[in-house]
Nanobody, 115 residues
Framework: QIQLAESGGGLAQPGGSLSLSCTAS????????MGWYRQAPGKQRDMVAS???????HYGDSVEGRFTISRDNVKNTVHLQMNNLEPQGTAVYYC?????????WGKGTQVNVSS
């Protein structure tokens, strides 16, 4: 059974930093793309950052230059370093892994950016 366990998140002040991690278990995820999405109250779930199995990264326009995604294939973990956080970054952040038509979501972790 494939499971995703997210950690990190919490409260940060505007301009501050937080780090998220997501560890996958139940299979070999070397060939999977991994990514982070976020959903603010009343809004759709948007892609924040993604990383392919070969390490190519892609970022949403609103986080480009401030967030960094990375992966550790030995530990089946994807990380999201979030710097210079903005209040509009307040949302539930979800980890997602995918390969072809198969994808799996984590349960989400809350990030609050407020002074």
């Amino acid at each position: 059974q494939i499971q995703l366990a997210e950690s990190g998140g919490g409260l940060a002040q505007p301009g501050g930093s937080l780090s998220l991690s997501c560890t996958a278990s139940g299979s070999d995820f070397t060939a999977y793309a991994m990514g982070w999405y976020r959903q603010a109250p009343g809004k759709q779930r948007d892609m924040v950052a993604s990383i392919t199995s070969s390490g190519k990264t892609h970022y949403g326009d609103s986080v480009e230059g401030r967030f960094t995604i990375s992966r550790d294939n030995v530990k089946n973990t994807v990380h999201l370093q979030m710097n210079n956080l903005e209040p509009q970054g307040t949302a539930v952040y979800y980890c997602k892994i995918s390969q072809g038509l198969n994808w799996y979501w984590g349960k989400g972790t809350q990030v609050n950016v407020s002074s």
